[in-house]
């Protein structure tokens, strides 16, 4: 079915902590330019793989290929500097340094942080951070922070951090986001801004995301495609109204079924 | 040849002492969650008060460093409950905890020094003669230090695997929030913790200054990092880890001392150290992550 | 008032080098949050090689014996002192700083300090074991022709200019793009490597440059002493630089200046000159050992950011573009 090329493609990816095996032989491909989400019930190994796509840890068995870069094996940063940003379960904002602050740490290639130009041509930085300082601004505005930019990043209510989240990722320019639980603890006002912020993103940038969701709801409402994991391997893939009729999909959620989940 | 052979008995000796004081560390990073480290002058108080029960107060020697020991244990509670416990509840940062640590040390060991003076302080036991076991010639003294160390290390272990509260003490070391909402008590555990672990550092204080000739302010500060070395190699908040990083690095550096020279001792257990950091900086005994 | 002067010129020397070392430090643990255990190690360092720079080569049949000993003028032996520091700093900082455990660096450097100092007391080919080095003529006197106490004044300078350059290296990396890359690797390590930055890295920048203000003081040091041996470095020493920086502000170079002027003055340097008790003459140097450990306790206990907080960043200098909430609303949205 994917119409455009895969820009994230996972393939007979294992990994075992100690004797467990958290991710058994797990495949998928995720298509450039699409909104898909990677759901199954809790336990069948999300975290690990989004740990093993970010670089978080290494992967054990099989490979993880990125814009064409084979990135099973690269540190989370090598791996963040292809284009692909990943994100927390819980917020991970940079408590102590201002919301300007923390939009201005992710935009790449910042000549101020050689030690070089920091020690002896410290009016280079000053000219970037101008620069970055104005597409933070509008930035912060479009995700309604503005007013807040001064405010420690640690002193905002939890839905803002969220919002912050997004607006730092935005600054770092990438080419796939990775969201891990996005929705996780918000408000549904808030989750109605923050959808409409990934598709915005996807169709003003170009950014492909991956949301690791439990809210399926919002899968149905914003995603293209839905990778089904259970026990530790890919269940079943396609659109989340097809999914809804797949009884082995259905099963995998044991008892409560689907719906109830997405109540909840 | 022979040499090397007796020097694995010094091995067992040195790894006896290490080995009850590292457990002691681990088990309370385990519950805890942060490193102190304050523990080496934890050690080298049990040894002070052992000295003074005795020597001084002319107690007889087993009955002293019991009281020492029970002491130690209940002075580690009570710093934990005046200071740490305060940044603990409030939730701080972990660097504040290791930083409070670090200065605890420092008040302690200068509290020693007010105490029983910059000097060095002998221990007035009669050393014994040799005994002559298969290959190994050793003191009777190091053989009961090593049998102390054994009988503590299976008490340890029985604690650990047959009663409630060592069942507790390891699942917050596996996962403190789990256990809170298992309804177990976590903070009477730490308290708990605390009270076995003080008194693991008395009683390995104990064994420390009988083993060496003298002992004076500044004898535990080398031997902290050899705690930690045994510690880590044996993967941090594993007991049995421990056990096993300290019977390693025991025979390691009597070996070597008889290999290359005792003045080097420290560097090796130090080289030891560095090695397992940067080839598996998670320890000997690989731990089970979650899912 | 003969007495008085170089007493606190003497002081004054002291203040303006443990600003350089409280910089120092700040840079590696306010900045970047590397827990550095064994800051003195790094002093030592640059002490050390100031010295066997500066000095004339020692010879066993004197009694004393050192490496190099190369007769070159001070601020070359400053610069070769600073250079080593910094060098020591990315080696130990290479096994310390990693991306597992945050307290791997605090134990790494203990540690390492441990060791590093029974090699040096012990290994008298080096700096001459526990006798350290010595005789180190002060520097520039001879070709002023200054006697002790106007050498005492001219060390006030050198320190002072030393130490304002020190300030500009300490400011400009804060208020750089690479010190907040640093400060947001404080917060969050794992978050900062998610942006692409290379945390290992730019700790390890932390991390040597901090050491290389450390190795700057500790070569005035020795250039004003005129000798350094390990009682000059035991562990303690680390704990004043410490105090130093948490007292007054971590993140802050301020707050440096209070929190050294408070601990490493006030507290440390000023009480070696009260007359010892007779009676038992490591009373004095115990209790203000102790004194320390506890500052250092309190102040995180009641004042965990220091005296002077870090300095918050305001972006109003910035063109604000038509539309947006004028300056004085959004501070008011969040009282």
Known sequence: MPAAEAILTVSHVSHSFGGFRAVDDCSFEIAAGSISALIGPNGAGKSTLVGLIGGAMRTQTGSIHFAGRNISRMSAFKVARLGLLRTYQVSREFAGLTVMENLLVPPPNQRGESLFNALFRPSLGRVQDRELADRAFEVLETFGLLALRDEYAGNLSGGEKRLLELARAVMAEPKFMLLDEPMAGINPALIARLDGHIRRLRDDHGITFLLVEHNLDVVERICDRVVVMAFGRTLAEGQMSELRENPEVVRAYLGGGLDERAAG | MGLIIQSVGFGLVTASVLAVAAVGLTLQFGVTNYINFAYGTYLLLGGYLTWTLSAKAHLNFIV????????????????????????????????????????????????????????????????????????????????????????????????????????????????????????????????????????????????????????????????????????????????????????????????????????????????ALIVVLLLRPQGLIASRGRA | MDLILPYLATLVVFFFIYNIFTWGLNIQFGYAGVLDFTFITFVACGAYFAGVFALGPGSQQNGFEWILGLNLPFPIALLAGALAAGVLGILIGLIAINRLRSDYMAIVTLATGTVIYGLVSNFTPLFDGFDGLAGLSPPFAQALGLNSNQFTYLWVVVSGVVMVICWFIAQRILTSPLGRTMRAIREDQDAAETFGKDTIRVRLIAMSMGAVLAGVGGALLMGFIGAFSPAGWTSGETFVVWAALIVGGRGNNWGAVVGSFVVAVLINEATRYIPPVTADPTLIPTVRNMLIGATLILVLWVRPQGIIPETRRRFFQLPLRPGSPPVQEAESARG
Not at chain 2, 113 to 128: D, K, L
Request: hydrophobic letters at 55%; a neutral charge; aromatic letters at 8%.
């Open chain 2, 64 to 271: 002293a460093a019991l009281l020492a020991c029970l002491l130690m244990g209940a002075i580690a509670v009570v710093i934990a409950r005046t200071v740490m416990q305060h940044f603990v509840s409030r939730q701080a940062p972990l660097f504040y905890l290791l930083i409070v640590t670090f200065g605890l040390s420092l008040v302690i060991s200068n509290v020693i020094e007010a105490i029983w003076g910059p000097g060095f302080q002998t221990y007035n036991i009669a050393v014994g003669s040799p005994l002559n076991l298969g290959p190994f010639s050793l003191t009777p003294n190091q053989l009961i230090i090593m049998g102390v160390a054994v009988a503590a290390m299976l008490a340890i272990h029985l604690m650990l695997t047959r009663t409630v509260l060592g069942k507790a003490m390891r699942a917050m070391s596996d996962n403190k929030d789990l256990a809170q909402v298992s309804g177990i008590n976590t903070d009477q555990i730490t308290m708990v913790t605390w009270f076995v672990t003080g008194c693991l550092a008395g009683l390995a204080g104990v064994a420390l200054t009988v083993t060496t000739v003298s002992f004076g302010p500044a004898s535990g500060s080398n031997f902290l990092f050899v705690i930690f070395a045994a510690v880590i190699l044996g993967g941090i908040g594993k007991p049995y880890g421990a056990m096993l990083g300290a019977l390693i690095l025991g025979i390691i550096t009597e070996v070597s001392a008889v290999l290359v020279s005792a003045a080097y001792k420290d560097d090796i257990a130090f080289v």
